[in-house]
């Protein structure tokens, strides 16, 4: 993933990954297959269709690259006469994901869209290898944070409490390597007395503020949504955006060598607190806990569920961090892309093996709970292959939604289906 902001996927608020903004000139690229999933073997033929106000424009030069996602080698142009041509593009002789990415060129400015067709995706087995003291790492690292005090500091924030929810600015103590650290987050609670479900809502990857998800405790389910860098979550966002160029860029890669001291192990550990807190809650009704999140958070997600017992069902949205040494094996991995070509200075053991105590896949190994895993075929940031090799891994009871044309971003509908799990599998009918 390049240095950007990424807004954290918010199924219950205004603030979601949107569809990308509608330009004036709109490229269609697609399979063949309704369904863009072919046989290992079985040939492809993409359509491109350039078009402006609904109609193809004639007369259109385009260039486009076919090829494995990530690994796109066929290069071309074409000029489109009539606004439309079939290209073809080739077959898999494994199980994987073939790309096609079109750029047109009108009037001087470039538009671009992509399609990629699936190769009995359901056959990818992860590259990672699950270390063989896996469990007595992170079994380890658990019983070091039960011996932190949660210290549990609560801040009502009156501006953004409703008539029937209380906002807060939580934080609380978490474990890491010779100290401890505060973890961040906004945590909503319905006010009126009662029992209530718990909904940890983990962070896509960035830095900035969080707005809590209120509209969620709403319908009487207890919201806490975390930061994960030990910073309060309700500065300015001028702030975050310093951080996130300066002391926390490319934080996703700080000690990587060293598997006690890699950044995500404070983070790992941080979403288990987050938990520790939501079940000392008197207001808990001591069973119904979720965890949530997209990309980051989608890793975040299968992490807490494969570590947290307590948790009784997992949404992950695209996850990252999924088959992160695919590259080794000349395939896309998963964000932060830490082995690919790019970086080929982290392509040693040391980092090769901390990676795999981090890997997503080796969570989803471990889950044991029903989940609902949502992803698109476009995504470019979190590759499906990643992806695939992350949800093949799973043994426990899960549904798939998949929205093949998504890259990475969620349509209103997907948002809508993953929001009545949740709500059909806290709230009790």
Not at 159 to 178: A, F
Not at 187 to 216: H, N, S
Not at 233 to 242: E, K, L, P, R
Request: a positive charge; charged letters at 20%; hydrophobic letters at 40%.
């Amino acid at each position: 993933m390049k240095k950007l902001f990424f807004i954290p996927l918010l199924l219950f608020s205004s603030l979601v990954f949107s569809q990308p903004t509608t330009q004036l000139i709109k490229v269609i690229v697609a399979p063949d297959h309704d369904d863009w999933t072919y046989k290992i073997g079985e040939k492809v033929t993409f359509s491109v269709t350039v078009l402006k106000w609904g109609n193809p424009l004639k007369n259109t030069k385009i260039t486009y690259q076919i090829g494995p996602e990530k690994f796109e080698t066929k290069k071309d142009s074409s000029m489109l006469k009539d606004g439309v041509i079939k290209l073809d593009g080739g077959t898999m002789t494994t199980s994987g994901f073939l790309r096609c990415t079109v750029i047109a060129k009108v009037d001087g400015k470039e538009y671009r869209n992509l399609a990629t067709a699936a190769f009995e995706p359901e056959k990818i087995q992860p590259a990672v290898e699950m270390p063989s003291d896996f469990a007595e790492f992170w079994n380890k690292a658990k019983a070091n944070l039960a011996k932190v005090p949660i210290d549990a500091k609560m801040t009502l924030l009156p501006e953004r409490c409703t008539e029937t929810v209380n906002v807060y600015h939580l934080n609380l103590q978490n474990y890491r390597e010779n100290g401890t650290v505060r973890l961040y987050g906004i945590l909503c609670v319905p006010k009126k007395d009662g029992k209530y479900p718990a909904l940890l809502r983990v962070p896509g990857a960035g830095v900035r503020p969080y707005g809590g998800d209120v509209r969620t405790a709403e319908k009487g389910i207890i919201t806490l949504e975390i930061g994960i860098h030990g910073i309060p979550v309700t500065m300015d966002a001028s702030v975050y955006a310093d951080l996130g160029a300066g002391a926390l860029s490319s934080y996703w890669t700080y000690n990587l060598d060293n598997r006690d001291a890699f950044y995500y192990k404070r983070v790992f550990l941080g979403c288990i607190r987050a938990n520790d807190f939501l079940v000392s809650m008197p207001q808990f009704d001591g069973t119904n806990l979720a965890v949530t999140g997209g990309s980051q958070g989608g890793a975040l997600s299968i992490v807490t569920a494969g570590l947290d017992s307590r948790v009784k069902w997992a949404a992950p949205i695209y996850p990252a961090m999924a088959d992160m040494v695919g590259y080794l094996k000349g395939r896309a991995g998963g964000w932060p892309h830490i082995f690919d070509k790019n970086n080929a200075l982290n392509n040693t053991e040391a980092k090769i093996k901390t990676a795999s105590y981090y890997d997503v896949v080796n969570f989803a190994k471990i889950m044991k709970i029903p989940c609902i895993y949502s992803m698109g075929f476009n995504d470019e940031t979190c590759p499906p292959t990643s992806m695939w090799a992350a949800y093949n891994s799973i043994s426990s009871p899960k549904e798939l939604k998949l929205y093949q044309e998504t890259g990475h971003w969620t349509f209103p509908e997907e948002n809508e289906v993953v929001t009545n799990w949740l709500l059909d599998k806290l709230i009790k009918k």
